[in-house]
């Protein structure tokens, strides 16, 4: 039983520095370009700014904010309406697939908050909106530091609130 101890304790110090060398530390970045909401509701613009940490080569987690940029307008019985995107913000787990080690694809799902503006007539009237979010997309990384990333998230409104795709494309920054 000694013998058992002691050859178990050995390989667990001669396994100690191999699992020192699989710990990673985190990788931190930030994104910021501009995002384009196509929904029922309207086409919007938004300037998006991103900041997550990639903390294993195969998973990480980011927080969003967008300020709207681009409203759009329609007729509604000869009425003009404008829709506006004043913000949004949300939280995302992401996946990674390394490709080379310029080129990534990654998938992320997680939960945010719109806030949307109509006005129409004189009354303007804002609207929250909580959204489910997933999507896919791409990184590539012109050297250590600097890449470019595309896009495409679907957020589905809770509620009953609809959908909206959204295409983003970012300059991409490692710290």
Same mark, same amino acid.
């Given at each position: 039983m000694r013998n058992i101890l002691l050859t178990t304790a050995a390989l667990?110090?001669?396994?100690?520095p191999a699992m020192a060398q699989s710990i990673q530390e985190p990788t931190y970045y930030g994104t910021l370009g501009y995002s384009q909401l196509d929904s029922?509701?309207?086409?919007? %613009?938004?300037?998006?700014?991103? +900041?997550?940490?990639?903390?294993? $080569?195969?998973?990480?987690?980011?927080?969003?904010?967008?300020? %709207?940029?681009?409203?759009?307008? +329609?007729?509604?019985?000869?009425? $003009?309406?404008k829709i506006e995107h004043e913000y949004d913000v949300a939280a995302y787990a992401v996946g990674y697939l390394p490709i080379t080690p310029q080129f990534e694809l990654f998938g992320r799902v997680g939960y945010g908050t719109t806030q949307l503006k109509a006005s129409a007539a004189g009354l303007s009237e804002t609207a929250d909106g909580d959204s489910v979010n997933y999507g896919a997309?791409?990184?590539?990384?012109?050297?250590a530091q600097n890449g470019i990333r595309g896009d495409w998230t679907r957020r589905d409104f809770t509620n009953d609130g609809g959908e909206a795709d959204v295409y983003s494309v970012n300059y991409v920054r490692r710290f």
């Amino acid at each position: 039983m000694r013998n058992i101890l002691l050859t178990t304790a050995a390989l667990a110090l001669l396994a100690a520095p191999a699992m020192a060398q699989s710990i990673q530390e985190p990788t931190y970045y930030g994104t910021l370009g501009y995002s384009q909401l196509d929904s029922s509701d309207g086409d919007l %613009g938004a300037i998006t700014g991103r +900041f997550g940490a990639k903390l294993h $080569p195969n998973f990480g987690a980011e927080g969003e904010v967008s300020v %709207g940029v681009r409203d759009d307008e +329609f007729d509604v019985g000869g009425v $003009p309406v404008k829709i506006e995107h004043e913000y949004d913000v949300a939280a995302y787990a992401v996946g990674y697939l390394p490709i080379t080690p310029q080129f990534e694809l990654f998938g992320r799902v997680g939960y945010g908050t719109t806030q949307l503006k109509a006005s129409a007539a004189g009354l303007s009237e804002t609207a929250d909106g909580d959204s489910v979010n997933y999507g896919a997309g791409a990184n590539y990384f012109f050297d250590a530091q600097n890449g470019i990333r595309g896009d495409w998230t679907r957020r589905d409104f809770t509620n009953d609130g609809g959908e909206a795709d959204v295409y983003s494309v970012n300059y991409v920054r490692r710290f």
